[in-house]
């Protein structure tokens, strides 16, 4: 079945501890991105990759790392979480980055 | 640079009702422009977009470049329409996509 899968999808962690959320898509889709999506603000982007090796900043890039070392792959790494990382993030994957398909969402909460 | 707007955060209608979804955007030239809606529980998916020109789950919608807008409609709301919808907006050749801040929709028995 083709999809966009994310792990884990629910973490609770404290301050600074180091994070990472997996995306994963078995659609051989050149482009990825992260989201998140947090109430009255909708969805904001804070990272894409057109591609393996090639990566850059959405809107909301500050405190969030990523890597496309793999097609299939593209983790999500908070190198010092805060608690206004707090937050429901989606991963999404296209052939072209308009009909984006999305994962199941990780909602996580930083203490 | 670009910019969604979806000036209402909630909208609630009757059954057999019809709905209106505004959507504004503010590009200068011809972006492509995308409605995808999150149901309860379920993740986000793309409903329709406006160079396919078609109707999904009886969701039509119209880009009106002079407006610059791209407003959702439907003649009968029905309950399994309760949902998340969100506008989003493409410019050409940029892999970006950016979104409205989203309007939830409650259609009422």
């Known amino acids: 079945e083709a999809q966009v899968t994310q792990n884990p999808r629910y973490l609770i962690t404290v301050t600074g501890k180091k994070l990472t959320v997996t995306c994963s898509q078995n659609m051989n889709h050149e482009y990825m991105s992260w989201y998140r999506q947090d109430p009255g603000l909708g969805l904001r982007q804070i990272y894409y990759s057109m591609n393996v090796e090639v990566t850059d900043k959405g809107d909301v890039p500050e405190g969030y790392k990523v890597s496309r070392k793999e097609k299939r792959n593209f983790p999500l790494i908070l190198e010092s979480p805060s608690p206004n990382q707090t937050s429901l993030y989606f991963c999404?994957?296209?052939?072209?980055?308009?009909?984006?398909?999305f994962g199941p969402g990780t909602r996580l909460t930083v203490l | 640079a670009q910019r969604v707007t979806q000036p209402e955060k909630l909208l609630s209608v009757f059954k057999g009702a019809p709905v209106e979804l505004k959507c504004n955007y503010s590009y200068s030239g011809s972006p492509e422009l995308f409605w995808y809606v999150q149901y309860s529980r379920q993740r986000l998916q793309l409903l329709l977009r406006?160079?396919s020109r078609e109707s999904i789950k009886g969701f039509t919608a119209d880009l009106n470049k002079g407006e610059t807008s791209f407003h959702l409609k439907k003649p009968f709301a029905q309950e399994e329409d309760s949902a998340m919808y969100y506008c989003?907006?493409?410019?050409?050749?940029?892999?970006?996509?950016?979104f409205g801040a989203g309007t939830t929709v409650t259609v009422r028995a």
């Open positions: 989003a907006l493409k410019v050409p050749n940029d892999y970006k996509l950016s």
């Open positions: 999404a994957s296209s052939l072209r980055a308009g009909v984006q398909f």
């Open positions: 406006h160079i």
